[in-house]
């Protein structure tokens, strides 16, 4: 199989460079990290929106948009997350090591590594796209949150890299290894830490790691535990933790642990990967081999209210102004009206396996695994490109990260920290 799943993608090179080396060149919880900062799988909300800030220039011509560095750091799928003074990301080394890396996010020099023996590989028809790391790690304060592929959850110090505590969910729980490793990205919120790992659905103390609960315990189904990422929601003024099994979507008292209500959401071989929006009205989601489902929260169950032919693949959809921006299964990309269900268009154009995407205003900033950077502007009447980049060379699988003016983008083999400039471009030097 194959983030992004949450944060998993493949990628087609298996170069190993030598690592860390560098060169210059609104239904979601507002308690989930409200901080400008790109600290988590889809940002400061889990949503892929940014609702404050200056807004994004008109163009991605090389006048308004800079690399400002890149260094090398191995092979991984994971997003980077960013604070105010470094980025973050993660890659498997020779096959057979995790390492979790911090840099100056102004000069991307390395601040500390932390690493353990943690790889495995992913089944046969995944195999030629490699078996990278992929949770996007989740930073909390002081504390880095960092899922390795064998079902283990690290807990780091920020500021040095040195472990705190570690669960290993295979020999806690007797569970076997999930087929493609542990995907989801953690979510902190309150003194908690939760993860869909070791065939369930578990609430840990973030700063011990000892187990409060452990919820939706059914085998993980498929081949165990899941692509996509939890998130909290509020429902009539009551919290819920919304969770996309590889089977279902489900609602969880994230208190207790218990069940609220459970949908069977149909899927080819499980792949319901991308991450559920919550919106006012209701919950929406789409799987591979399935179709696109609008529900709405009823007390103890879900009800359909619409549904769309439209299949998702492993990107996470982004909301603006009433309508759903997706990107397909078959390469193409979609305007969904949330009212009704209705397609308003579907390129013919296709792109890439894969989109990340962020929302500010009526502008999409997509980064397709081909490493292509678009500005989109949200229109329902047709699709509008207002500008495109090639950003890399190499395959873009990690989910965009964007803080203040500074986007980060993880290559396959590396990180790149790119400035957006919000004035005229220089003018030419003259001869």
């Not at 690399?67 to 498997?92: F, M, N, Q």
Request: contains cysteine; aromatic residues 12%.
């Amino acid at each position: 199989m194959i983030r992004r799943f949450s944060s998993l993608g493949f990628a087609l090179s298996f170069i190993l460079a030598q690592p860390w080396q560098s060169f210059a060149a609104d239904s979601v919880s507002d308690k989930s990290k409200p901080s400008a900062d790109w600290q988590q799988w889809r940002g400061p909300k889990r949503d892929s929106q940014i609702s404050s800030g200056t807004p994004w220039p008109n163009t991605l011509d090389e006048g308004h948009l800079k690399r400002l560095w890149r260094v090398e750091t191995g092979p991984g799928y994971s997003g980077p997350i960013c604070d105010k003074e470094r980025v973050y990301t993660t890659a498997t080394i020779d096959r057979s090591k995790e390492v979790v890396a911090a840099f100056e996010r102004k000069t991307g020099k390395l601040v500390w590594k932390s690493s353990w023996d943690g790889a495995m590989t992913v089944p046969f028809f995944a195999k030629e796209n490699g078996d990278w790391i992929r949770s996007t790690p989740t930073l909390d304060g002081d504390r880095l949150y960092v899922a390795g592929m064998r079902d283990v959850l690290v807990c780091l110090e920020a500021k040095t890299g040195k472990e705190i505590w570690r669960v290993d969910f295979t020999k806690r729980h007797n569970t076997p290894l999930p087929a493609f490793g542990f995907v989801c990205s953690p979510l902190v919120e309150g003194d908690s830490v939760y993860v869909q790992a070791g065939a369930a659905v578990v609430k840990l103390d973030k700063l011990t790691g000892e187990e409060k609960w452990r919820s939706l315990n059914d085998g993980g189904g498929m081949w165990g535990s899941a692509f996509s990422s939890p998130i909290l929601a509020d429902f009539a003024g009551k919290k819920v933790l919304l969770i996309q099994s590889r089977t279902h979507l489900a609602g969880i008292n994230p208190e207790k642990g218990d069940v609220l209500w459970k949908k069977e959401i149909p899927a080819f071989r499980g792949m319901n990967i991308l991450t559920p929006l919550v919106l006012p009205t209701g919950i929406f989601t789409s799987s591979y081999g399935g179709k696109s489902f609008f529900f709405k929260e009823d007390g103890s169950e879900l009800k359909e209210v619409w549904t769309n032919k439209a299949e998702a693949y492993m990107s996470s959809p982004v909301v603006i102004g009433g309508y759903i921006y997706l990107h397909l299964r078959n390469q193409r990309f979609t305007c969904i009206d949330i009212a009704t269900g209705d397609a308003k268009w579907t390129t013919t154009q296709s792109f890439g396996k894969y989109w990340s995407m962020i929302a500010q205003g009526d502008k999409i900033l997509a980064l397709d695994q081909r490493g292509v950077l678009r500005l989109i502007k949200a229109n329902p009447e047709k699709y509008e490109l207002i500008s495109e980049r090639k950003v890399s060379d190499q395959e873009t699988w990690g989910h965009l990260g964007l803080s203040g003016d500074t986007i980060f983008i993880r290559d396959l083999n590396g990180l790149n920290a790119w400035e957006w400039s919000h004035g005229k471009p220089a003018a030419p030097p003259s001869e």
